[in-house]
Structure formats: structure tokens, C-alpha cells
């Protein structure tokens, strides 16, 4: 980006300060997964048989409370930085699910418990997923013992502890039992005809989301408390409850109960009659959205301690209790996490069809009513094994204006290449296919200035992206996109060298490092007056001046920034410089790092960048709940081309670290009020959108 110097001009200095993250998510501290490029786990796969690389579905990261950053974890990602093994005995499935370092287990068997109600008691950083449908768990379940963490359960069938005593006192064989656990995600299960209950959340579990799962005959579908605490905060969204007489769930004691678009059902004619739905016991405070009853006996039920607020749902053929109200504080989901409400009417036949292990396992946002096609998948590989040798020929070989996802996935090694992908090609997603996303690498080294090979000029900031995105619905996972202009050597020309650019609305990153020196990723929008929403979460970005820039409304979420030294060694530098239209949101960093192997007190956060000398333009930085190295300076905004940062929207809250701020807000260092905060999130720099796979 060309810092173009011109004179000062005055502007009307605003006085309010507009930012967005949840309130309530806690500072990220340091990011889990490692806060330089060699922490990301070991990059080799190993199996109990043979290497296994891990499958897009198996390192996906958890919704809902499940991916608040809290109690020193940031959100929930399971063992997707560790090795994939693929297991089909009880003792490899023990042996892994029980190691201390952090592992993404395939399930490709069916699995016997011995002796019958065992439950093996899973160690934190752990993805264990079904192959498809052949992952089952006969005879008994997992256990989440005090402190566990980072845990995901998906796409497994666990089944059959049953020991021929309906409502068995005897013996508690549990689906999945947590006991003082957190963070865990439990999605697209199918647990059934177990000994006592067929999910437990006990001893003040919390961060929990449990979705997508079918949930069926038992008598305890799924409990929740056992302590007097009031401190949990769990998500339950889009379950099929059927068959079961109670625990619908049984929510006892819970700060935060988020219950949506589940769909409870007393099959007729069956021998199990439901007592009751969703309850809402102790002191909890629940929020129960467009769920959908079916012949449930008290499908809504909440003490006179407890809170309960209803909104849309549906209830056919129910009798009984249908309650609401209560005391407790209002509370807003939305200041947590974002999330989309499916129709009530809806949910029945979404969850008949969307609930339980999935032959091919996607994403909650591939089960929902609003995406019909299966992606078509585009291989590539540079060795000829694929499809396509290049990225941009399996680019060009989307068809225009493709109704649904294509995803081109990518084999592991290094493409020298530009890519672009044009605005008539949406719902495009290219996925490194590798255990790691520095095995696959898109890399070229053009600069504002290179010369162009067709020798019609050289090409400007923009052109020069190693990846230019100019299509609606876009996605990049699991790999790094990079520019390696040489400064040192090219002196003669600029040193804006883009490695990503984004020019389209929801845009997702997930699980990327975008490396470079200057100008590194620049978010930017088709046009001056459109839209453009850029999510990036679970990433690192690399890079020296102004390398976090452009007119986007961007939110680099849950990921490291890495401070880089320039060409010359020296250390000094800027993050991002936003040129944000006029009411329109700019650059958000929440909930990530900030650091890197410069000098102290040498990196200023963000300055204004008015393209163009554009006076109309309110450029703004917010950075938030993040954790700032000791490279920041005391006074981490300043001025650029003659415009003053002062005039426009940067500011900070509860951040932390070496770097942060150590007093009360000054003109120097505007810091936001919990009031000021709390009036835009992350769901509102993202609007109606949210980001999926």
C-alpha cells in the first residue's frame, strides 16, 4: 500500500468510539496453538496400522459455547495440531484416546467395549471421530474427568450398555459422562440403549456444545448439573430427542443454557412416554429458541428458582406444562457467539435427515435446509496424482456462476503460482489436503512494480497478490499463501508485496497462515460502496508494514500476529491500516496474539489510510481480548499522509500482556468502555452471515 504523504487536514474529531467482540469472552491469552510457525504439532501422521492424513471434517472446530475463549483455552479445536491415527481395536482406541499429547483419532471399526460399561476416560486435545458410519462404540462410552479440555466427539454411533433393566439404578453406563470438563463439543452422534443416561454433563462442565446428534431410547436422555455452583454455559442446538422419558435435557444450575432448533419426540405407540422436555432447574437461565415438540407430556418445565425465556418454538400434540419466566438476568446468545436460527416449522424434517453420523460428514452448515448440493471436489496435486497440476487450472475449471461449493483440494507440496479466483466463480474453497497447512504452500513473488510478462506495465499494490479472491462465498483452509519478494534485492521498486487479496463478501480463513513482509493481506471490497465481510479465525498472519489492510469489514479472530523484521534487519512497523468507508465497520482483532522476534516498543498497532487522499473515508482498528507482546509501543496508534488517527475509530479493550495498556484511557491510548463495547460484536461485524464450511 502506498503511504502517499500530503498535507494536514482538519476534520470534525468524533467523540464516540465503535468496536465489536463478545462481551463476555474472556482475554485469549496465549494462543493455544503455539505463538511461532514450528508450534503447530508434529506435521508427520501416523496410525495404528499405516499414516492417515486427517480429512477436512475431522479438524473442524466447534460452535457455540464450545468456542468461547475462556479458563485459558481458545475455543474448541480438539487434536487437529497433533497426529491422525486411525484405530479399529479397543486398545488402540485406548491407547490414543488416553495419551497426553494431542491426537485426532478415526474411528473405522466397530468397537466392543470389555468389560461392558466401560468408559474410557479421555485426556485433553482429542478429536475422536466415526469414518463415516462405521465408527461405533458397543457397550460403553467415553469419560471427561476434572480439568479435560479440547475435546470433540463426532460422527460415532455408541450403543447397546443396556443390561435389561429399564431406568437401571445398578449401573451408570453413560454415552459420554463429563465431570468438571471444558471445552468440549459432543456433534452428529448417534447414542442410544445405554445402561443409566445417554449424555451426562456433571460437576460444573462448561463450554459445552452438543449438536447435531440423535439422542434415543433411554430413559435419560441427557443430564445436566449436580452441584450447587452456577457457573456452566452450554449450547444445545439441532438434536433429535426421541424416546426417552426424561433429561430432555435436565438443566440444573446453569449460568447460560442455550437451547435452539432441537426437536424432542414421544414416538406414539412406543412403550417410553416422556415426562417431560427441556427443564430448567436450580438457578438456571435458560434461553429455549425454535425447537419443535411432538407429543411431549410438560414439554417446557422450570422451577420457581429458574429462568426460562421461549421464542418461536413449536409444540404439536403436547400436554401439560409449557412454561416460562423467572428472575434471572436478561442475557443475549449473541454477545458469545454468533449463530443463524433455522425456522421451528422446519426442524423436523432438517433434523430426520441432518441429525447423527454422516456417511460423508460436513459441516452443521452442510446438514442445514438452506444448502441442498453436495460440494463437487477438484483435486490437485503437482505430480500429476490429481486432477489438475495447478491451482488456477482447477480454478478455470469451475463452472461460471456454480450454484454451490466446489472445493479444490490441494495435495501437499509447494505451488509457484498466481492465483485468481474471478467474481463469476462463487462458493469456491481451496483446502490444503495435507496433516499440517504449511505442507501445502501457494507462493510467487510479485511486487508493486514488478514488471508484467506481457510488457503492458508492471502491476500496483493489488495486482501483485499471490491470490486474489474476487468471488462471493470463498474459503481457505489448511494451508499457507505466501509472497517471497526479495526487498533486499529489488530495491529499485516499492515493497508492497500482497499475498492475499480479498476483493468479495464472506470470506472465510480458517486454519491459514498468509506470510509476507508489506502489505501482506490487504481485505478489500469490490467497490467503494459494496459490502465486503472477511472472517478469519484459527490463522497466523505474517508480515512487517501495514501488512493487515484495506476497506473490508474484517475479523481476524482466535489467531497469532507475527511481528516480522524488515528487509535490513531493523525492527519498526505497522499491524493494519484500514481505509473503511463511512459507516461501515473496519479491521477487528479479537481474541488472538500479537507477537514476533523484533524489538521492543517498535510496532505501532495501526495508522489511518485514506486511499486516494480520500477525506470521506473513517478508517478503523479495534483490537480486543488479545494478548499484545512487549514489541507495541506505549502509544500504538499514529498518523499517515497527513491524516490524524485521531480523527478516525481505533481503540482497544481488556487486552493484556507485555504490550497493553497500563492505565486509564487517554487521547494517547482510547480505551473502550464495557457500555461501548458492548454495543457491536462479532456477530454484528458480520451481520446476517455466519461463517461455515
Do not use: C
Not at 186 to 208: C, E, F, Q
Not at 293 to 302: D, E, L
Not at 518 to 538: E, F, H, I, P, W
Amino acid at each position: 500500500m502506498t503511504d502517499i504523504r500530503r498535507k494536514p487536514r482538519h476534520r470534525r474529531r468524533r467523540t464516540a468510539v465503535a468496536v465489536g467482540v463478545p462481551l463476555a469472552l474472556t482475554a485469549a491469552g496465549t494462543f493455544a496453538y503455539g505463538t511461532d510457525l514450528g508450534l503447530f504439532g508434529a506435521d508427520a501422521q501416523a496410525s495404528a496400522s499405516a499414516a492417515t492424513a486427517a480429512p477436512a471434517w475431522a479438524t473442524a472446530t466447534a460452535d457455540g459455547f464450545a468456542s468461547v475463549n475462556a479458563l485459558g483455552q481458545n475455543g474448541t479445536y480438539g487434536g487437529r495440531d497433533g497426529r491422525t491415527v486411525t484405530v479399529k481395536t479397543l486398545a488402540d482406541l485406548e491407547k490414543y484416546a488416553t495419551a497426553a499429547e494431542p491426537y485426532v483419532i478415526v474411528v473405522a471399526a466397530t468397537i466392543d467395549m470389555k468389560p461392558v460399561g466401560k468408559e474410557i476416560r479421555v485426556a485433553s486435545d482429542k478429536t475422536i471421530v466415526g469414518s463415516g458410519t462405521s465408527g461405533q462404540i458397543v457397550g460403553g462410552g467415553f469419560f471427561l474427568g476434572t480439568g479435560v479440555h479440547n475435546v470433540i466427539i463426532r460422527n460415532l454411533t455408541i450403543r447397546d450398555a443396556y443390561q435389561g433393566v429399564w431406568n437401571d439404578k445398578e449401573h451408570d453406563f453413560d454415552g459420554i459422562q463429563m465431570d468438571g470438563a471444558h471445552h468440549v463439543w459432543i456433534d452428529h452422534n448417534d447414542i442410544r440403549h445405554m445402561a443409566d443416561g445417554l449424555i451426562d454433563s456433571r460437576k460444573d462442565t462448561t463450554y459445552l456444545t452438543v449438536s447435531w446428534n440423535k439422542l434415543s431410547q433411554e430413559n435419560k436422555a441427557f443430564g445436566i448439573g449436580w452441584t450447587e455452583n452456577v457457573t456452566a454455559d452450554i449450547t444445545i442446538h439441532h438434536n433429535w430427542i426421541r424416546e426417552t422419558e426424561q433429561r430432555n435435557p435436565s438443566t440444573d444450575n446453569v449460568a447460560h443454557a442455550h437451547l435452539y432448533n432441537n426437536f424432542l419426540e414421544d414416538v406414539a405407540g412406543t412403550d417410553i412416554k416422556s415426562s417431560y422436555g427441556n427443564y430448567s432447574r436450580g438457578g438456571t437461565n435458560m434461553i429455549l429458541e425454535n425447537s419443535y415438540f411432538q407429543g411431549i407430556t410438560n414439554p417446557v418445565v422450570r422451577d420457581a428458582t429458574a429462568t426460562l425465556v421461549q421464542r418461536g418454538n413449536v409444540l404439536a400434540g403436547t400436554t401439560g406444562k409449557n412454561e416460562s419466566g423467572g428472575t434471572g438476568a436478561a442475557w443475549d446468545p449473541k454477545k458469545y457467539y454468533a449463530y443463524t436460527l433455522d425456522k421451528a416449522a422446519d426442524v423436523p424434517a432438517l433434523l430426520k435427515s441432518g441429525a447423527g453420523p454422516r456417511a460423508s460428514l460436513g459441516t452443521t452448515a452442510a446438514t442445514t435446509a438452506t444448502t441442498k448440493a453436495a460440494a463437487t471436489t477438484l483435486t490437485v496435486a503437482a505430480d500429476g496424482s490429481g486432477q489438475y497440476r495447478t491451482v488456477q487450472a482447477a480454478v478455470n475449471a469451475v463452472p461460471v456462476n456454480n450454484p454451490s461449493r466446489v472445493v479444490i483440494s490441494v495435495k501437499p507440496g509447494t505451488y509457484r503460482e498466481l492465483v485468481k479466483v474471478p467474481s463469476n466463480k462463487p462458493h469456491v474453497t481451496i483446502q490444503g489436503s495435507g496433516g499440517s497447512r504449511k505442507d501445502t504452500t501457494i507462493v510467487y513473488n510479485n511486487a508493486s512494480g514488478t514488471p508484467k510478462p506481457d510488457g503492458s506495465g508492471t502491476y500496483g499494490t493489488g495486482g501483485s497478490a499471490t491470490v486474489a479472491v474476487e468471488a462471493d462465498d470463498f474459503q481457505a483452509r489448511n494451508l499457507t499463501i505466501s509472497n517471497d519478494f526479495d526487498e533486499a534485492a529489488h530495491q529499485d521498486i516499492a515493497g508492497q508485496a500482497v499475498a492475499l487479496r480479498t476483493a468479495a463478501d464472506k470470506v472465510l480463513l480458517d486454519g491459514v497462515i498468509v506470510s509476507g513482509d508489506q502489505d501482506t493481506l490487504l481485505v478489500d471490497t469490490a467497490s467503494k460502496d459494496k459490502l465486503g465481510r472477511v472472517y478469519m479465525t484459527n490463522s497466523y498472519v505474517v508480515g512487517n508494514v501495514d501488512f493487515i489492510f484495506g476497506r473490508a469489514t474484517a475479523v481476524i479472530d482466535k489467531s497469532v500476529i507475527t511481528l516480522k523484521k524488515r528487509w535490513n534487519g531493523t525492527s519498526a512497523g505497522y499491524v493494519t491500516a484500514p481505509s473503511t468507508a463511512a459507516g461501515r465497520k473496519g479491521i477487528l482483532i479479537a481474541n488472538s496474539t500479537v507477537n514476533g522476534d523484533v524489538s521492543d516498543r517498535t510496532f505501532y498497532l495501526g495508522r489511518p489510510w485514506h486511499a486516494g487522499g480520500d477525506a470521506t473515508l473513517d478508517p478503523q482498528t479495534t483490537v480486543r481480548n488479545t494478548t499484545l507482546s512487549a514489541a507495541i509501543r506505549t502509544t500504538p496508534w499514529t498518523d499517515m499522509s497527513g491524516f490524524s488517527w485521531k480523527d478516525d475509530r481505533f481503540a482497544e479493550y481488556k487486552n493484556k500482556g507485555a504490550g497493553a495498556a497500563t492505565g486509564s484511557t487517554s487521547t494517547d491510548r482510547p480505551l473502550l468502555t464495557d457500555a461501548q463495547a458492548a454495543n457491536q460484536e462479532v456477530a454484528d461485524w458480520l451481520g446476517d452471515w455466519t461463517p461455515s464450511a
